[in-house]
């Protein structure tokens, strides 16, 4: 049996957290999306364990530091990897084990417009022919 895995996505601004959620599902993601605050009730709610989670997504983080929420989520699950996305201050004594745990950090928000308008704009260079 496969176990169903799902992509932990938290972001304190409503917005950004739906425009990344949309680009997800796009891709064919399954998430959980949350607050820094409720991410853990809502993330219990949702897997049977915390294997489950394949990625912890980290947008907005303004309601608790980024430091405690990492601590967090590696306590619930130790071998959670993490992705940044936006602007985050990286404590410089940040533990090891929470460091070596970030896999990517991507500095500017993402947004699914572009995605959006790619699909939906005509492209003018591509010649389709039917038979």
Known sequence: MVEETRILLIDNNEHSRHD?????SFLGEETISATSCNWHSLTVKSVDQPSQITVAIIGVCDLISLEQLLEDIHQWEAGTPFVLVG????PEFLDSKLLTRITAILESNLS???LLELCIKPNSSMNITTA
Request: glycine content about 0%; proline content about 8%.
């Open 20 to 24: 990344l959620e949309t680009v997800l």
């Open 87 to 90: 602007e985050h201050e990286i």
């Open 112 to 114: 699914y417009q572009p």
